[in-house]
């Protein structure tokens, strides 16, 4: 199978951070706005560089979003970074009456996703946000797999004319893809081909999505690996490509089982190739404290247990 | 810009409209646009730096207006038809199907003059706070104006833009409030601690002032004080009487969200007086 070289492990919140310092420099409406957590967003090199631009809101999350809002009907396009918890389930309301049915060219840069935020718990460890952004008419869903993904897709959403929840992680996770590769929101990444079974993954799954398909590579199963690194709007045609080949798919992500990657596809899958699936995700449970490994395993999120999804999904066709 | 006698034609006219435009609806929100149509006829017809020829949602090079309180439509969409910034028939289209006057305003169809979605409560001081930082990042010496109610200030969002604002020194943000001591349940009083306002925003580093919301003069006036560029975000707090110019709505809750039937759309239309001719 087509090998990927981890560059050395790397938070993707430090591509935002990169990405974000990027997009400032080719578009001078870009601004950052965050709610006391300019630290942990890693907004600080963009504040240094442009601090004109850079918008400390406090902690004051619903206020953020409506001057976001109205920041991006004078033209400028705001990043509003906070915890991912902070930045969508907090904040719901605000985004669906000013982001997406008020039509304002709001980013929202989301941090700490998921359970691997670790240690501080299941009142940080949102696994429902992506479930909340689908559900706004209008909302782009991204969600990149690496550092680099992560800098090249926040530029693309500096870029994209419309609102975009852009998700990332605070722990390091290996860095594979291209430090310049251009990020297309939309688009399915193929990155490997396969016979057996289809592997869909987002965010860092997708690097355990590669390990399982080694680990099945070794007992003789050929598996196919997606990055959905946008969840919305959804590559259909390539996954319905993929599948018409493989004939069955395990869907992976960190998040709940309702309204995250898995329904996206399954409800894309069902109305044109029905095919077996099997879901691994965080299951309709809250998360708790512990390292991001501990976590990752104990929720059965690993590649050992996206080999083993993939044995089913093959057992079901 | 339009004289005292000029406005008071006008603002006959848009209570008019008011009432049978909910009437027509058969829902909809008429108290609190009664008690609120002679400052927002006074903000169009005299006070603001904005022209339907001219409009845009950017705002660019004029002023904005935002209306928080979102289910203030009628006096709104009167104020901005007899403004000329879309048909007055269009008026009795209040809340139909396939009308671009929604039950609460939205930007979905392009209806000129709004700038934002307006109905979940305690949000447009935010965006209208933002829209006065972004003109201030680009050097546009604009305003931007913004309506709240008093009931609606129960929301932690209008606080929240309140520090914000006054950290950021947006003396270009004029908010007013609807002052009319009444909501959905009853009088404010009765039901949470929002009061004083004026102490509140007093204390929360706005310039407060306090004006009639039923005298031009005094809403002129107030409108002249609030330009004033000291580094502070202004806040008017207009007094107003919920149902103001029809009797029997007059100074209570009871017409906050209840639409006049026939007979008593009838009967108010003998109080007010026809000055522009009805849509």
Redesign the interface.
Known sequence: MKKYIDQGKVDTRSGFGEGLLLAGRRNSNV?AMTADLKGSLKMGAFAKEFP??F?Q??I?E???????????????VPFIGSFAEFVTGRVY??L???VA????NVKIASSHAGITLGEDGATHQTMEDIALMRALPGMAVVVPCDYNQTKNATIAAAEYNGPVYLRFGRPSVPNFTGADEPFEIGKIYKLNEGKDVTIAACGHLVWEALAAAEMLEAEGISAEVLNVATIKPLDGETLMESVAKTGCIVVAEEHNMAGGLGEAVAGVLAANRPAPMVFVNGADRFGQSGTPAELMKAYGLDAAHLAEAAKKAIAKK | MATIEELTKISSQVRRDIVRMVTAAKSGHPGGSLGITDVMTALYFSEMNQAPETWTRSAKGQDAFILSAGHLAPVYYSVLARAGYFPVSELGSLRKFGSRLQGHPCVTDGLPGIFKPSGSLGQGLSVAAGIALGKKMDGDGNRVYCLCGDGESEEGQIWEAGMWAQHWQLDNLIAFTDWNGQQIDGPTKTITGIEDLSEKWSAFGWDVIVADGHDFQSILDAFKLAHNADGKPKMILFKTEMGHGVDFMAGTHEWHGKAPSAEQCTNAMTQLEETLGDF
């Not at chain 1, 619903?62 to 400028?76: D, E, F, R, S």
């Not at chain 1, 049915?101 to 304002?104: N, R, V, W």
């Open positions: 601004v004109e631009r918008i809101c406090g004051a619903a206020n953020m979003v409506g001057a976001a809002a109205g920041l991006a009907i004078t033209g400028k309301d605000q669906r009456q000013e049915y008020g039509h304002t």
